[in-house]
């Protein structure tokens, strides 16, 4: 079965940076569009970034110019590099994979990994 297991969270100080990794199992992961969602309490669920089977990505207008989302078919791992961190960004992030092959539509998500930032 699908299984995505997220990891480097932590606690950082405003302007700090972070890579998030999230390693896959259980589809055929270069077929599969990939991203990034971050829950903060109280809000919904948001998308951060995505990343295609071709490797084309978006990215949510609050994030542009800070995150980097990168995938490594060989290593099935999904990466989200996040700079100038600022306190909104303290969420839950987690990865996600679509439910069907070479669309974008997202079915699967991992149990994620805390981002706190501090000002």
């Known amino acids: 079965q699908v299984q995505l297991k997220e990891s480097g969270g932590g606690s950082v100080q405003s302007g700090g940076s972070l890579r998030l990794s999230c390693v896959a199992s259980?589809?055929?992961?270069?077929?599969?569009?990939l991203g990034w969602f971050r829950q903060a309490p109280g809000k919904e669920r948001d998308r951060v970034a995505i990343i295609d089977i071709d490797g084309r990505t978006t990215y949510a207008d609050s994030v542009k110019g800070r995150f980097t989302i990168s995938r490594d078919n060989a290593l099935k791992t999904l990466y989200l590099r996040i700079d100038s961190l600022k306190p909104e960004d303290t969420a839950m992030y987690y990865c996600?994979?679509?439910?069907?092959?070479?669309?974008?539509?997202?079915?699967?998500w991992g149990q994620g990994t805390q981002v706190t930032v501090s000002s």
């Open positions: 996600a994979v679509g439910r069907k092959y070479d669309q974008c539509d997202f079915g699967f």
């Open positions: 259980g589809f055929i992961y270069s077929r599969s569009c």
